[in-house]
Structure formats: C-alpha cells, structure tokens
C-alpha cells in the first residue's frame, strides 16, 4: 500500500509543470473567470453533513405488488353497482369454479399488457376484467352476430378503429391491437357520457342506444343511471357481471374461489418478423407450443405469416431470445406458402389447376365454401415453388382480400326450336354458347333445326317467386 501511495504522488508532482503550462496560455478572459469564480465561491470546500441527514436505510421503499391480481385491485376506481343481479352473478361464477379457473388461467398472458395500458392512460383498473365477461379471455372467441377476439369488435366497429381484416389477419384478435382499440374505445364512451357505467352498456348495446334512452329519460323528467334506462336484457345484465367478477376478485376466498398467482411482470415481449415465415416453423424456432404461439398470435390464421402485413411476432419472454438465435442459425427455407391473385373471375378447380394444387386444398387453406366462384382480384395463399423466395409485397399483404360470389346452379332444361332456328340463333337466344348447345345435343354449331325439334340445354336455375306473405320483412 505504501508504494502505491508514494509512486501515486509523484506522478501528481510530474503532472504540475504541464498543468501550470496549461493554465498559462489560457486565454485572459478564461483566466479572469475562472479566479473569479473561486473567489466568489469561497465557501465551496467539503462540510461535514449534518447528523439529522437522512441515512440510506431510511429511504423510502416503494411498494411494487408482486402479484397482479393486487395490482389491479388498487387500482379500482369505478363505483360500485348495487343490484340484485351483482349477486346472482356472483352466485353463478362461484358454482362454476373450474370455469372461473380456464378463464384466469387463460388472462395470464394477456392481464399485465392490459394493466399496463389502463395504468398508462389513467382508467379504472376493472376494465381489464372485461374480457372475462366479453370472451372468457378466448382472443379466438367468435359470436353468432360476427363479433371477435377477446374484446369482441364487429367487423364494422373494428374498421372505425383501424383494426385490419384481410385474407391474412384479422386485428380484432390480435391481442395489442384489439386492446389498444378496446381502449380507445372505451376512452370516447366516457367522454360522450361522464359515467363508466353507461360506457360500459353503451360498448354492449351501442352508443346510439344508450343516448337514445339517456334522452327519452330526459325528455320524460326521470333519472338517466344506468340502472334507470330502459334496455335490452343482455345489457341489463353487463354491467352485473362485470361488478359480480370484480367483487370475485377482490375477495376471492368470501366465495371459495382460488384465484392462479400471476406475476406482475410482463409475459411476453414483441419480436420483428424481418421474412415471411411459416408459422409453424416460428413456434418451433422459438421452443414454443404451437397452440401457445396461437394463444399470443391469435390474428395469423393462415399456415404462414407474411412480413409485410404482420411486420412483428409475440413471444413468450423467455423465448424471445431463443428464436433470434435459433432463426440466425437455421439455413432452410423459412415459407413454404406464398400468395397468387387471381386474374379473372374463376373456379375452384381452375384455380386449383393453374397453381399445382387440389381443389380440397384450395378450399381447405383459403377458406372456400362450396358453390362458390373466385373472384378477380382475390388473394389466395398457394404452395411456394422451388425457385420462389421473394417475399409477399407488402400492398398485398396488409391488404389482400378474399372476394367470393355464388357459382352459378345450372339445371337441365328441354326447349322445342322455332321455324328458321339454327344452333347459332337458340343459343344467342338464351345467352348460352354455341360450342356447348351443339355439345349437348351431339350436332355441329351450324346445324339448322326443325320447327319444334327438342334441344336440350343448361340455363341457370331460377328461384321460386315469392309470395306476398314471404316478401315481408321483419325488423330486428
């Protein structure tokens, strides 16, 4: 230690000269500043600190729930609703505690993102318990009336909130941006109406409903709360759920109910898709389940994902890492899917034929029902060949639609040709060819027909007329 000190302090004594040469070609200004400002700060020299000085161990320590569920019950801020109905719900979701255990189980992934964002944007902590009421927390969930994801946005309202819908992706169940646009959402129903409650009925049964009642409950003198509106029994009983499952999870163990521990830290983390890649080969890069791929990525339901509509990928956290080094090392072929659009209004087995492909697995990977034509313009996933790796144009893939239109029911049909008719003069007639009259009937195109001969032709079918009472209509 004593050579060390000893060999510290003359190299100090070497530096002076340099330093004092320094200083001495300063210029005069910096010179006159710089003594200035020792003289005005003659009291700048170390103190001792004084001996009320908070010492390190009385810092406060802040306190970080390390359980979600806690989390969100502090930030409960809506007021609660007080009907019979709260109890009844509660009731049933504590009879049915293995369905309230699929359900938490299925949250775990997707709570803290939502937590995150209400935190962020100062809203009540309850709403992250509203998935439980729209899908079961099932980002697959799709309803009678067309509403998907696990926020459950019609096609209509998920569009007013540039949620996508193409043949590739549908956002209304993508986990960020459903959430973002459930948000949202329910950001412009507060503000339109001051009272989460009737936010809340109004992102059930509609805004214009609920101004609808909201008015007609002025207009009559009476009170507009919730519980004071006139609405249909499904909103009626929104509201009571979602109070019956935030008053489940702020004392679970009043009704028997085990609640999973969540940790509060993030579950999975966002990784660029730099390719198109099937999806089945991101799982299997990443280490991860394919169905818990799905679970995080619920919007790719196609067999491949495509970088230029879906330009980022869900990750457990853990696994994130995994699959860059994983996919840095792995040499094959990351797509074996591409799209093809089709030039003009087709058939299935058309189509089928003109990529290599069998009419059942044109209408297994593209989703065609039957009886059905492709129209010009569609996006349709086909098998990549070998010579292609280029990936699908970005305008295709964030866009690329699927249109469909009945294929046309042809029925066997018997007319008699008239006094001068030719093969050519009946098929014009019916707005038919002529290849196909003279190929059904086993004569030439030029042929000239008898005076009440018979030729058999192909017409479309034509639906029966309706009657008076089938053309009324029903409201809904």
């Known amino acids: 230690m004593k050579n060390r000190y000893h060999s510290q302090s003359l190299g100090f004594l070497y530096l002076l000269p340099i330093l004092f040469s320094l200083f001495c070609f300063l210029p005069r200004q910096a010179?006159?500043?710089?003594?200035?400002?020792?003289?005005?700060?003659?009291?700048?020299?170390?103190?001792?600190?004084?001996?009320?000085?908070?010492?390190?161990?009385?810092v406060t320590e802040v306190d970080v729930p390390a359980d979600l569920w806690t989390r969100i019950r502090r930030g409960f801020a809506m007021p609660d609703l007080q009907v019979d109905l709260v109890q009844e719900r509660e009731q049933w979701y504590a009879n049915r505690p293995d369905y309230i255990e699929r359900m938490t189980a299925r949250s775990s992934k997707y709570l803290y993102h939502i937590v995150e964002e209400l935190e962020r944007r100062g809203m009540p902590t309850e709403l992250a318990l509203l998935p439980f009421i729209e899908s079961a927390f099932n980002p697959q969930a799709v309803s009678s009336?067309?509403?998907?994801?696990?926020?459950?946005f019609m096609p209509r309202t998920g569009k007013d909130f540039d949620?996508?819908?193409?043949?590739?992706?549908?956002?209304?169940?993508?986990?960020?941006?459903?959430?973002?646009?459930?948000?949202?959402?329910?950001?412009?129903?507060?503000?339109?109406?001051?009272?989460?409650?009737?936010?809340?009925?109004?992102?059930?049964?509609?805004?214009?409903?609920?101004?609808?009642a909201v008015n007609r409950n002025q207009k009559a003198g009476q009170a507009v709360a919730y519980t004071d509106l006139r609405m249909p029994a499904e909103t009626r009983l929104y509201v009571p759920k979602l109070q019956a499952m935030k008053n489940l999870i702020a004392n679970p163990q009043d009704k028997g109910i085990?609640?999973?521990?969540?940790?509060?830290?993030?579950?999975?983390?966002?990784?660029?898709?730099?390719?198109?890649?099937?999806?089945?080969?991101?799982?299997?890069?990443?280490?991860?389940?394919?169905?818990?791929?799905?679970?995080?990525?619920?919007?790719?339901?196609?067999?491949?994902?495509?970088?230029?509509?879906?330009?980022?990928?869900?990750?457990?956290?853990?696994?994130?890492?995994?699959?860059?080094?994983?996919?840095?090392?792995?040499?094959?072929?990351?797509?074996?899917w591409t799209v093809w659009v089709a030039?003009?209004?087709?058939?299935?087995?058309?189509?089928?034929?003109?990529?290599?492909?069998?009419?059942?697995?044109?209408?297994?990977v593209n989703k065609?029902?039957?009886?059905?034509?492709?129209?010009?313009?569609?996006?349709?996933?086909?098998?990549?060949?070998?010579?292609?790796?280029?990936?699908?144009?970005?305008?295709?893939?964030?866009?690329?639609?699927?249109?469909?239109?009945?294929?046309?029911?042809?029925?066997?049909?018997?007319?008699?040709?008239?006094?001068?008719d030719t093969v050519t003069s009946l098929a014009q007639r019916y707005k038919v060819a002529a290849a196909d009259v003279a190929k059904w009937n086993n004569v030439s195109t030029d042929a000239v027909l008898k005076p009440g001969q018979k030729i058999m032709l192909m017409l479309p079918a034509k639906g029966r007329v309706k009657t008076a009472s089938a053309r009324k209509t029903h409201k809904h």
């Open 31 to 58: 010179q006159s500043q710089t003594s200035e400002a020792t003289q005005a700060t003659p009291s700048a020299e170390l103190q001792a600190l004084p001996e009320n000085f908070p010492s390190q161990a009385s």
């Open 145 to 152: 009336a067309r509403a998907s994801g696990m926020w459950q």
């Open 163 to 212: 949620l996508k819908q193409n043949a590739f992706r549908d956002d209304r169940r993508d986990v960020l941006a459903s959430t973002r646009a459930a948000l949202d959402y329910l950001q412009r129903l507060y503000g339109m109406f001051g009272d989460w409650h009737l936010a809340l009925a109004a992102y059930n049964w509609g805004e214009g409903n609920v101004g609808k």
């Open 258 to 336: 085990q609640l999973p521990t969540i940790p509060n830290h993030p579950y999975f983390q966002s990784v660029p898709l730099p390719r198109d890649m099937d999806v089945a080969l991101v799982a299997r890069l990443a280490e991860v389940p394919l169905e818990d791929f799905k679970a995080l990525n619920p919007s790719a339901h196609r067999p491949v994902l495509l970088a230029g509509g879906t330009p980022q990928i869900l990750l457990p956290w853990d696994n994130a890492d995994i699959f860059e080094r994983n996919k840095a090392a792995y040499g094959g072929r990351l797509a074996s």
């Open 343 to 364: 030039p003009k209004n087709m058939k299935v087995l058309e189509a089928a034929k003109k990529v290599g492909m069998s009419e059942e697995d044109m209408r297994n």
């Open 368 to 420: 065609i029902p039957p009886r059905m034509l492709i129209k010009a313009g569609s996006a349709l996933l086909v098998p990549r060949t070998g010579k292609q790796d280029n990936d699908v144009a970005t305008k295709v893939a964030d866009n690329g639609q699927l249109n469909l239109a009945p294929e046309m029911v042809l029925r066997k049909q018997t007319v008699k040709a008239r006094k001068k």
